[in-house]
């Protein structure tokens, strides 16, 4: 059985309750996140006796093992009827669960701090609502290192600068003040490699049906 890609993480003692910042050990947290990342993202990988939510099935599949390869899934089957081969690394998943990766569709991130935080709690893909922000001066270049395994965080997908009559800053706003300037923008974040369009408030009709 072959499977289409998909993300999975390892959830560590899963709870609904995100823990405050003073019960996480980060240091600890990241390196599970490092050494899980590097094994899945290079490796045969089987996580044995896990509990699965695949979200296409309404059955909860428990003491399964699922063997991965890369970013592949390969094969999903009840532990004891799963001979693994001898070339797969095995993680113990007992006690332990694997979920699809979770999506945060509109984020604002900071610093590099945010990226292991998502992961953390499951979030593999989010998508960055605000041109530049905080301590990252560049996300077209950061979501090229995670992408090539540079940096561990979540995918990422980009708006530039919002666009708007008025706004914070240089960093966040690209100012539209005329339907003339539109077009030029518009050829700038489709050139820059931006993924979204993000319109704000101080948006006349005009400017936007433009």
């Given at each position: 059985m072959h499977l289409k890609p998909l993300f999975l993480l390892l959830?560590?003692?899963?709870?609904?309750?995100?823990?405050?910042?003073?019960?996480?050990?980060?240091?600890?947290?990241?390196?599970?996140?490092?050494?899980?990342?590097?094994?899945?993202s290079s490796n045969k990988v089987a996580f044995v006796n896990a509990t699965v939510f695949t979200m296409s099935e309404a059955e909860i599949l428990k003491n399964h093992t699922v063997l991965t390869h890369g970013d592949t899934i390969i094969d999903i089957q009840p532990s004891h009827t799963l001979e693994i081969p001898s070339d797969f690394e095995q993680i113990n998943s007992e006690g332990k669960y694997l979920?699809?990766?979770?999506?945060?569709?509109?984020?604002?991130?900071?610093?590099?701090?945010?990226?292991?935080?998502?992961?953390r709690y499951g979030v593999t893909s989010v998508l960055q609502m605000s041109g530049q922000r905080g301590e990252i001066s560049d996300f077209l270049a950061l979501r090229d290192e995670i992408d090539q395994g540079e940096s561990i965080g979540p995918r990422l997908f980009l708006t530039g600068p919002m666009f708007d009559?008025?706004?914070?800053?240089?960093?966040?706003?690209a100012y539209?003040?005329?339907?003339?300037?539109?077009?030029?923008?518009?050829?700038?974040?489709?050139?820059?490699?931006?993924?979204?369009?993000?319109?704000?408030?101080?948006?006349?009709?005009?400017?936007?049906?433009?």
């Open positions: 959830v560590f003692g899963f709870t609904i309750c995100s823990p405050s910042s003073n019960m996480v050990d980060h240091k600890e947290e990241k390196q599970k996140i490092t050494t899980l990342t590097e094994a899945s979920i699809p990766g979770l999506s945060d569709m509109h984020v604002h991130l900071s610093d590099r701090n945010n990226l292991s935080s998502n992961l009559r008025f706004g914070l800053s240089r960093q966040t706003t539209a003040m005329t339907e003339e300037q539109v077009p030029e923008l518009l050829k700038k974040h489709i050139e820059s490699g931006y993924d979204f369009i993000k319109v704000h408030n101080f948006t006349s009709a005009n400017l936007y049906k433009t």
